[in-house]
């Protein structure tokens, strides 16, 4: 069969918004009247739809198809249903009537074996699985069916054609009636290019293929993000799949909620390429119905495949109303992001203090402190001869959402406002961490991880770090400090910055992670592994993290883990990385506190209770580029940990990468490469153990130059960390200026009533982010439950910039973020100055607008239906 040749393009459809809104569906007079909208609508023709201008001044059709970019704009779907109703126009059917047009003109060709291959699939599709999602299908070339009445016979519409203007204007009319009746429409691969001139249809498919996509089939990985929607639900993580891959004109996320992405990294995408962002499965609520597209479907052999199927099979179960699906949750205009503390008053921390950490009680309040910096305003005393050496005030902030207001909580004395300068002269201590205890809704007690000020001694530079209890008075609201008990108290050095750590969190044992930092300085190692033995201030090495995060007798560069007993004691759970009566070397070289050791400055870390699962992150040293004489540049390094270990600093980072050793009596002269399988601690600052366990190999990895850098390894292991031989296997992040803050698993609670919850979409995701806004990571990333905690890297990253904002005026420091029991996401912005509060320095709280899937319950074809 042939098709009529293709049509010149009517002049009024000649490039982008060029039809007026009046000459849709033959409103134009009826609007010019006034009479049809009024009488839907209750209101003047300028009320017809959201931004409709009034019928004098009719502007051109916007480019991307008006309001439907965005959420869908409340009663719009009621208000297209009135104007179906007024225009005679049919609802898409129900019952046992449920049906399918497969359309599939295109013009000047001849018919496509892909073509019928997919009118062959989706025709069986409707003739399997149980009875109640099944449905007829109706195939046709004929573009006049596109009339209002006639489509309104279907309940979706399926796109087989491609590249051609293949509907006259009142046909994609008709097409547009529909969709605002609540119809459904699926666009297959070439769909894309159908329609050309029409800005509808391009918001209608939501992309439009770029020039110079590939030609051929190639095979590639799908990362297959949402597991929820009945198009991806079950499909593979990681799907591995031939077809031809189309590159996008412009990239649709944000606009579209993406289902599928294709992984450039797997195949050839050619000049077109769109980089790690490369959707290619999305869906969207459009003009009152519902619209899926897949870019896939570009060969006959796709059409076999039993996935594929599966794909198609949930789309039209979506777009034909036999099944629901939340197809809102990653388009960008469904979030909002308000600051809700105000700036401090000038001279005081009345809001907010030097933003060290967060943590949702399950009333929804938001206890927030600061680390012990003030504002500009007040002196900082760096002098070791003056008493009030490095003195500040760790503030305990909190937020109710009841009142929308921030109140001081308490406030202790510690050594942590001596800030600023060199090494020798700032200092990362003071407040670094708060946790709520379990059952704090009836006990008050909260557990503070500090430094205090009256436990320093200004002869020797030491000072002691310890885990309280305190309480908080359920009557006055604020912290009893005569009411501390001291969990765990060990020695950190003070002479010189940094690493302190202070993340904590509890398992669903209640059992509490202590995240403690490496107490080691920056500098002496030229940025690569912090493993200089010489410096040392009276006896104390401060820039040798061996004798720290790589020895087994201090709890320094760990994640401890304990179990607070009520009597303010704790107990040690089983599965630590050691008992702490190890019989090697002697005996006494080893701490049972320790469940991971090899971490350097784990600012933040989460435990998902649901599996239990550790995740952290921790900042890497300080070196811009690979050495292939000493080793990688700085790694940045968040991990998901199953289990206790090794995580490898300052012997090796990311995936067993080593260093080199260095030793006295020249520091300076590079030694053997660490054994990661094998590390030795041969410092002479090591009072631990000397044969270590083996390193683990960590979940995710950036350096300056890209994500998770992989390079070419000799026969004895060593990778040559040349950066031109680099293969960066996550291409979604990189660093520059970076600190990482590990984030929380979000969990979504169905039973929750909260309106403004994150959408099931999110759910079991891992949020990871980084101090600095750039390029950095500020995604939400899924694992694969076979791998995670065996070094295996994250399946699918999604970015979070434009949700969680970057920029001057949003976000720009992220320093804790957290999900309160509302679904809603908590984020602590640092400020713009180091060892300070400042006017920047806020509480932010980002929810969720979206609304619930589509089509609501009661608009399912079949009540059987979920």
């Known amino acids: 069969m042939r098709h009529a040749p293709r049509r010149q393009i009517p002049p009024h459809r000649r490039g982008p918004g060029a039809r007026p809104w009046g000459v849709r569906h033959g409103w134009a007079a009826a609007l010019a009247a006034g009479a049809l909208t009024a009488a839907l609508l209750g209101g003047s023709p300028a009320a017809a739809r959201p931004g409709t201008p009034s019928p004098e001044a009719v502007p051109p059709r916007p480019a991307s198809g008006a309001e439907a970019l965005g959420a869908e704009a409340p009663g719009q779907a009621a208000a297209a249903a009135a104007v179906a109703a007024a225009l005679d126009l049919p609802s898409p059917p129900g019952g046992a009537n449920v049906r399918v047009l497969a359309f599939h003109a295109t013009p000047g060709t001849e018919e496509s074996p892909t073509v019928d291959a997919g009118i062959e699939a989706i025709e069986k599709i409707g003739q399997q699985g149980p009875a109640a999602q099944r449905f007829a299908v109706e195939a046709t070339d004929d573009p006049t069916v596109f009339t209002r009445k006639k489509l309104g016979t279907y309940n979706a519409v399926v796109f087989l054609t491609g590249d051609g203007d293949v509907l006259t204007p009142e046909q994609e009319m008709g097409l547009e009636a529909y969709m605002e009746a609540g119809g459904g429409f699926l666009g297959i691969h070439d769909a894309a290019r159908t329609e050309p ?46 077809d031809k891959w189309l590159n996008w004109a412009a990239n649709p996320s944000g606009q579209v909620h993406t289902v599928a992405r294709v992984r450039e990294s797997s195949y050839r995408p050619g000049e077109g390429a769109g980089g790690w962002d490369h959707p290619i499965s999305w869906c969207r609520d459009y003009d009152g119905g519902r619209s899926f597209y897949t870019g896939m479907g570009g060969t006959v052999d796709s059409y076999q495949e039993t996935d594929f199927r599966a794909h198609l099979r949930g789309a039209l179960l979506w777009t034909t109303r036999l099944a629901r699906a939340d197809c809102q949750a990653t388009i960008t205009a469904n979030y909002r992001a308000e600051r809700v503390t105000q700036p401090n008053q000038p001279g005081r921390n009345d809001q907010i203090g030097e933003p060290h950490g967060l943590v949702t009680a399950p009333d929804g ?56 300068g060199d090494e020798l002269t700032k200092n990362e201590e003071g407040l670094l961490g708060i946790e709520l205890d379990p059952d704090f809704l009836t006990n008050g007690w909260i557990y503070l991880h500090y430094t205090p000020h009256s436990q320093i001694n200004r002869e020797t530079h030491m000072a002691e770090r310890r885990v309280s209890r305190f309480t908080v008075d359920p009557g006055t609201g604020k912290l009893d400090q005569s009411s501390e008990q001291v969990l765990l108290k060990w020695p950190v050095q003070i002479h010189s910055c940094c690493h302190a750590g202070g993340g904590m969190a509890w398992d669903s044992q209640d059992n509490l992670y202590i995240a403690t930092g490496d107490n080691n300085s920056s500098q002496f190692s030229d940025g690569y592994s912090g493993n200089n033995p010489e410096p040392d201030y009276k006896g104390v090495s401060f820039a040798d993290a061996r004798r720290t995060a790589g020895n087994t007798n201090n709890l320094n560069g760990k994640i401890l883990r304990i179990h607070p007993e009520d009597d303010g004691t704790y107990t040690l759970p089983e599965g630590n990385l050691f008992t702490g009566k190890e019989p090697d070397e002697g005996g006494g070289r080893t701490r049972g506190e320790i469940y991971v050791m090899g971490v350097r400055n784990p600012a933040r870390i989460s435990v998902d209770r649901k599996t239990d699962i550790l995740y952290a992150g921790w900042v890497g040293p300080d070196a811009g580029k690979p050495s292939p004489e000493w080793g990688p540049a700085k790694y940045d390094t968040f991990a998901a940990i199953t289990h206790a270990g090794n995580h490898g600093w300052p012997y090796c980072m990311g995936n067993k990468q080593p260093y080199r050793d260095r030793n006295l009596p020249d520091p300076k002269k590079p030694l053997g490469w660490y054994d990661c399988d094998h590390p030795k601690n041969e410092s002479p600052n090591n009072d631990g153990l000397v044969n270590l366990p083996p390193i683990e190999s960590n979940t995710i990895w950036y350096s300056p130059q890209g994500g998770a850098p992989d390079y070419p390894r000799n026969a004895d292991g060593i990778p040559s960390y040349q950066t031109e031989e680099a293969e960066y296997l996550l291409p979604w992040l990189k660093g520059g200026g970076q600190a990482t803050m590990n984030g929380p698993v979000y969990r979504y609670d169905a039973a929750s009533a909260s309106k403004e919850k994150w959408p099931a979409y999110w759910d079991g995701r891992w949020f990871v982010g980084d101090f600095y806004d750039a390029d950095q990571p500020r995604h939400a990333v899924l694992t694969d439950p076979r791998t995670i905690g065996k070094g295996g890297l994250p399946v699918h990253a999604e970015s979070l910039k434009k949700i969680v904002p970057v920029g001057a005026e949003g976000i720009k420091n992220l320093m804790d973020w957290k999900f309160g029991p509302d679904g809603v996401l908590y984020v602590l912005d640092y400020g713009r100055g180091f060892f300070t509060s400042d006017a920047k320095s806020a509480l932010w709280r980002v929810t969720y607008q979206g609304g619930p899937a589509t089509p609501a319950a009661k608009e399912l074809a079949r009540k059987a239906s979920s």
């Open 365 to 420: 309040r938001v206890f927030f402190i600061g680390r012990g910096g003030a504002d500009a305003s007040k002196p900082v005393v760096t002098d070791w001869n003056n008493p009030d050496i490095g003195k500040g005030q760790g503030e305990i902030h909190v937020w109710d959402p009841k009142t929308g207001k921030a109140t001081l909580v308490g406030a202790l004395t510690v050594f942590g406002n001596k800030g600023g």
């Open 197 to 242: 001139y029409s800005d509808w249809f391009t918001g209608l498919v939501g992309a439009r293929p770029a020039a110079n996509s590939p030609a051929s089939a190639q095979r590639a990985v799908v990362e297959v993000g949402d597991r929820a929607n009945p198009a991806t639900k079950g499909l593979p993580l990681e799907w591995k799949r031939p």
